[in-house]
């Protein structure tokens, strides 16, 4: 077969699908019970198998009759049952028509170059009565048949008996004026008749019989018949012969002819692969009575449907047409020419991205970030669209190129469409805008963490971005204290309403965001979620915590709490009501120093009682030399020991810190199990460090005691204050204990 044939069979069987899928028909599978049910693999009782060809008009091979139970369907359109050209087939079963058994819904498409070399099988339950099968492709209205299935077995051995009789005006010869009434009757005296069926001419296909067969095409005519009883005895067919002539007319005008040609066509207008040609006649007179066609030099045949050309070159179809007067039209034709369809475009675009902006010595740009996406299409149908997504959200067009100024790490994905309808694969590019530039958006709280988690609930849904730069997490304000859960959920709905509307989300992420908010029952009375709050904003909480050493701590209106507001000094804000030994210790803090640099604190855990302690004298030195203190520092000089760092013991840098923009909240988790210390900032685990006994500070300090007893199983709670200008603000201050 040439490139082009087998390429006009691939297009045959995607535009056949295409076809099918509109009709409410499934092309590529076939199916063996009316639910719809997958076919199954079992062995059956019995095999029957169609096979087909080159032929449009009639399957090479089919069988007739079948008995009651499993089946295998065997389907076969290949080379080795006589498939040349790669034309496409099908074999469906009818489950509408009157008549015919509808339990079987069957539908498989097949061709030489399918996955299974033309060769397909369902696994099927038949059951007594008649089945019709027939191919729904276009112009193949002839491949039909009707499949008979009977109990198999009984006592009757003897097919029915069979008579027809026509009726009709007779002329001198014999024929029959204008029409013919074909009457079929049949008599069993063993099972009973089951069914009567009849056939038109010597190749029509059988068709069942309920009513008197009217015949008034003019010409000879054969009408075959036969009958089945219960027992599944089939009488031998018999047939009758008669003419119909048209009655007396004066009419000696021909039909009225026309022809279209149909199909995709390319500039010069020739048709790609396949041209379509119906042809119509008219006659007011004494009416339509055939309808020929010839293709090229062919011969004459009967027209019963739209004639489908595919083989490349010109060609020219002529048409004419009788009336019952026997009035033929003068020979019509339509010329036009099929082409092979171009190369098919296969290849997607080529997609790049550039990131420009100023950047510091991290390599972090400064303020903003802008991303500009390229695309080229080689395939040769050209770059039909561009689209972006930004830190996981939705892909958008890109148009223009697109500024990033909110600080952190983001992620830019991209990708190009072609005019072919070929998609690249997202590419991604990833960078980081540093703090200081744009003012930090207004967020309800700070949250980086990868996912939208409502309380302790993972929804799995991207933390993206939204349209006023603030993340998914962010909006969801899980960390306020809600009078009812109620009302936690109505505040989740709005928001998630307004992101829907944005087009930030998708129905299916918003019903996941919504069930998570849901599972977390925050709101609901006495839900904690295993945390005890130690400071929750007001007077009362914070009256519980203690101020020893240099400097203060101030409660603010909005319910936070401020260090370094009144009095300069190192000293630190304890909580001596208990101590804690495993726990989880959460919190919130902002970084509010004055001009431009960085605020320096800390959070004290596992130190012992101070007031009476041998360092009595400074207090502050007990957490300190005894306890760990969890570093709280995003300024890019000084001190060695940034944020997360265990101060003294465990260093981390600013890069694995993640640093966010002054003035923005920053989720604080502090985890320790045994001596193992796990520091999460934002949600991401930013340090480890495994307390071993016997460290010492580093570099080393003289008023380190060095020894395992400052290594305690548990201790107290507290939050360092380090000067008057190293202004922290914390709240929400959490604990559960492990």
Known sequence: ?????????????????????????????????????????????????????????????????????????????????????????????????????????????????????????????????????????????????????????GEDTTAPETSAEVAGTRNADGAYVGSATVSVSATDAGSGVDWIEYALGPDGAWQPYTTPVVVDQVGAHTVRYRA????????AERSVDFTVVAPPTDDTTPPDTSATVTGEQDADGAYLDMATVTVSASDTGSGVNTVEYAVDSGAWQPYSGPVMVHALGAHTVKYRATDKAGNTAADKSVAFTVVAPPASDTTPPVTGA???????????????????????????????????????????????????????AHTFAYRASDKAGNTSEPRTVSFTVAPGGVPAPPCPEYDERLTVIVGTVDSGVPNRLTNNRCRINEMI?????????????????????????????????????????????????????????????????????????????????????TSGTSRDGLGMLWFPERKYGDFSLKLQWRDDAPGTGNANSGVFVRFPWVLDHPEESRPEWVAIEYGHEVQVLDRPDGDMYK??????????????????QKGTWNDYEIRVVDQHYSVFRNGVLINEFENTGGQVFEPPRSDDPGTDGRRFASGYLGLQVHSVTDVVSYRDIRIKEL
Request: a negative charge.
């Open 1 to 153: 077969m040439t490139h082009e044939r087998r390429r006009a069979a691939r297009l045959w069987t995607a535009l056949l699908a295409a076809v099918l899928m509109v009709l409410g028909l499934t092309p590529t599978a076939a199916y063996g019970r009316a639910d719809d049910t997958p076919s199954r693999t079992s062995a059956a009782a019995q095999e029957l198998t169609w096979t087909a060809g080159d032929d449009i008009d009639s399957y090479t091979s089919a069988p007739q009759t079948a008995v009651a139970g499993p089946t295998t369907i065997v389907f076969e359109n290949s080379a080795a049952t006589g498939n040349t050209t790669g034309m496409p087939h099908t074999l469906t079963f009818d489950v509408s028509g009157d008549g015919y058994n509808h339990d079987v819904q069957l539908n498989i498409l097949a061709n030489p170059f399918d996955d299974q070399g033309g060769r397909h099988t369902a696994e099927v339950t038949l059951t007594p009565g008649r089945y019709r099968y027939f191919c729904t492709m276009p112009g193949h209205e002839r491949m039909q048949g009707v499949l008979v299935v009977t109990e198999g077995g």
């Open 228 to 235: 089945v009883d219960k027992a599944g005895n089939t009488a």
């Open 354 to 408: 550039r990131v420009e902006g100023t950047k510091n010595s991290s390599g972090a740009y400064v303020s903003s970030a802008k991303v500009t996406v390229s695309a080229t299409d080689e395939g040769g149908s050209g770059v039909a669209a561009v689209e972006y997504s930004l830190d996981g959200g939705p892909y958008l067009a890109h148009t223009a190129p697109v500024v990033v100024d909110r600080a952190g």
């Open 477 to 561: 304000e899980d960390e306020k204290e809600w009078t009812s859960h109620a009302l936690f959920l109505k505040h989740v709905r709005t928001v998630l309403g307004a992101l829907l509307k944005e087009g930030v989300i998708d129905q299916r992420e918003s019903g996941l965001i919504s069930a998570a908010a849901d599972e977390s029952g925050i709101g609901t009375p006495g839900q904690t979620d295993g945390y005890r709050t130690l400071f929750d904003g007001t007077q009362s909480s914070f009256d519980k915590w203690q101020q020893v050493g240099g400097g203060s701590f101030a409660l603010n209106a909005d319910g936070t709490m």
């Open 643 to 660: 944020t997360g760092s265990v101060y003294g013991f465990d260093r981390v840098g600013l890069a694995g810190a993640g640093v966010t």
